[in-house]
Structure formats: structure tokens, C-alpha cells
């Protein structure tokens, strides 16, 4: 496929984008930068965007992308829990989840359980669906499954599992005709590794930002 028609088939698929699409693409994009500013808005907008996203995936799709549409209802259940945590505060009214860096033993499990959602979903959808890009699907979920289990945390490695998230969604969404959802993860990732930074830099100054 050459640079013209991969502009043709954008141009052409971007006139029959959905409304589900754009309101979850601007809530998403708004819940990616509430995320970099460590922002509590990450959630409610964040909330918006992944069931719209999810009924996009599930009844748009053809075939239907159903780690993507299942892992954004997992997205919806963290995003609540997500939101419970960063609202918690200690005795002296500290937040209790500051942004840090995983310890050896949360970077063991985070990455032990991605390797086994990542082979779980692969072969749920071999066995179970028809998708035609089981292992992409299934990478894209389980990245993003570590993302938002460190993200409810306010780890700072969440942003490199987004970063590695999106540099797959990027060609699968493409891949499957969702130009904007295309457009939505190539902002994504240049925001994921603005967010990475911020939160570097944050922990490094020893505070949160407000």
C-alpha cells in the first residue's frame, strides 16, 4: 500500500465516522490529559469515552474487535476503582496513591500479568471469535489491562505500558477502518510520552502536580 492510498482510504473512511466515535474520541482525549496533570477529571471523562468505545468495537466492527470492546469495560470497572483511589487521603490529609515508581515486586506482577492476559486473550479469540487479528487485539488489551492496574496507583510506568499500547492500536485501528480512533491513538501515544515526562519530573521534584 503506498502513502496515496493510504490518504485515499483515510480520506475516505474518515466521511462515514460515527458519532459514538467522535464524543468517545474528545472525552478519551480529554481523560489522556486530565491524566497528565494528574488531574481527578482523568476518570469521569475517561468513563465516557471507554463504554462508547466499547459499543464502537462491539456492535460497529466488521468483525467486531471484542478484546477492544471487552478490555474497555474493563477500562469503565479500573476507571471507578481508579477514581476511589486517588481521592483517598492518609491521616495527616496526604493522598495516599503519589505518584511513584513500581517497587520490584508490583513490577513482577504487573508484567507476570501481562504476559498471561496477553496469552489468555489470544487464545480466547482464536478459540472463541472470529477476529482476524487475534494477536494484535490481544496485545493492544493486555498492554493496556498493566496500563490502567498501574495507573489507579498513579505509577509512573503506566505511561511507558500506554506508550507500548498505542504504538500497536495505531495500525490495528487503521487496519480496521476507524480513521479517527486512528488520529485519537497517534495523539495518544505523543501524549503518553508527554505524560511519562511530566510524571518524571513530578517525582523527581518530590510533589504532585495539582
Not at 496533570?37 to 463504554?51: A, E, F, M, R, S
Not at 471469535?129 to 487475534?134: A, C, Q, R, Y
Request: net charge positive; proline share 3%; aromatic share 20%.
Amino acid at each position: 500500500m503506498t502513502i496515496q492510498d493510504i490518504y485515499q482510504q483515510f480520506v475516505t473512511d474518515i466521511q462515514y465516522v460515527r458519532w459514538q466515535e467522535w464524543v468517545s474520541t474528545i472525552a478519551q482525549i480529554a481523560s489522556v490529559w486530565y491524566a497528565r496533570k494528574n488531574n481527578i477529571l482523568v476518570y469521569p471523562t475517561g468513563i465516557i469515552g471507554v463504554l462508547l468505545a466499547s459499543w464502537v468495537y462491539f456492535f460497529l466492527a466488521t468483525p467486531p474487535l471484542y478484546a477492544d470492546a471487552i478490555l474497555n469495560v474493563y477500562y469503565f470497572f479500573m476507571s471507578v476503582y481508579g477514581w476511589y483511589n486517588w481521592v483517598q487521603k492518609k491521616e495527616n490529609h496526604a493522598l495516599k496513591y503519589q505518584i511513584s515508581w513500581c517497587s520490584p515486586h508490583q513490577l513482577f506482577y504487573g508484567l507476570t500479568g501481562f504476559a498471561i492476559a496477553w496469552v489468555t486473550i489470544y487464545f480466547l479469540l482464536t478459540g472463541l471469535t472470529d477476529s482476524n487479528t487475534p494477536i494484535l487485539d490481544s496485545l493492544v488489551s493486555s498492554s493496556a489491562v498493566t496500563a490502567m492496574w498501574c495507573m489507579a496507583q498513579r505509577k509512573i510506568e503506566n505511561w511507558l505500558a500506554w506508550i507500548f499500547s498505542n504504538i500497536v492500536a495505531i495500525p490495528l485501528n487503521f487496519y480496521k477502518g476507524f480513521m479517527l480512533f486512528t488520529l485519537m491513538y497517534i495523539l495518544f501515544l505523543v501524549m503518553a510520552f508527554m505524560g511519562y515526562l511530566t510524571w518524571k519530573s513530578s517525582h523527581q521534584k518530590g510533589k504532585s502536580l495539582n
